[in-house]
């Protein structure tokens, strides 16, 4: 008999549910002899025991739903090693939580973070199959995440609306996308939606390179400006900063997000309307698109076979079109960034996108 418990943790995004029914598919169809625990609300779950008997029904039907039916919540690794408000030991708690239920293993759905504290948990002695999930797909050691390509469509769309109604009164649009360290999402859904600027957290900005594009277009008879810019977008002034010195000024930032700093200062810069348009958290819902189900399904199958061998400490990522089992120790900790080298960058350069720079 074996004992699987499962959990999603973080941010949630769309096909998490898609890739929980792959790895639930993929047990179900070699042999009947397993029990699932479906932990609550990501590690929280694992910490308190709130954990839920499930079957292969419960994990039927639910290839295109939205969300995660297991929930899920923030647990920041750096405070996996501090007790919580009533002394109790976090870490040593998911182990006795595991422990009583005798698992076999624990199937992990998460990102940056969540891989963070699997591999905690599998140098604690666990047995640990992670899933690459997140709208960032900035975890290391896969292509992609799932997730990703969904944000990317919705973000795009978004663009393409607000492309008409830029046309329509000549103004300057800033579309702010998801992604405070890394700008995947903003690089796609700006090509894809035709943004004149992008704006990443990889590339710091100079605004004064930002207005020169704006005025060089109105020169050139074009009517509006559309701006995709990363949550995580900077200047280059404020890159220089360190780390602490720039959290502070943001803390002190009398703007929402960065979007709005940039609109005030394109409108104190020229004679233009500027708009902000941010699409938040709609990027990370609804139902996924079929590249996500795709990938998500086959992860969750390849992770299925993993468990059935009993090959413990990997994350089944996405290289090269192919599923492929990735050690935990070397995916953690790390960030895939977007390469401002790189070929989309250069090629998006050379259709004449600026990035700020
Ligand atoms: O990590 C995914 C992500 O959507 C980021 O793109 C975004 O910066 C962050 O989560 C938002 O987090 P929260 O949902 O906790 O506000």
New binding site residues.
Partial sequence: MLKIGMLTS??DCQALNAAMRGVIKGLHTKTNDFEIYGFQDGYKGLIYGNVKRMTPDDFSGILTRGGTILGTS?QPFKKMRIPDENGLDKVEAMKSNYHKLNLDCLVILG?NGTHKTANLLREEGLNVVTLPK???NDLWGTDMTFGFQSAVDIATDTIDRIHTTASSHSRVFIIEV???KVGHVTLHAGIAGGADIILLPEIPYDINKVTEVIEKRSAAGKKFTILAVA?GAISKEDAKLKKKKYKAKLAERRFPSVAYQIASEIEQKLDKEVRVTVPG?TQ?GGSPCAYDRVIATRVGAAAAELILNKEYGYMIAIRNGETQKVPLSEVAGKLKYVDPECKMIQEAKTIGISFGD
């Fill in positions: 973080g941010g923030r990102g997140t709208i960032d998801m992604g405070h949550e958290h990370r």
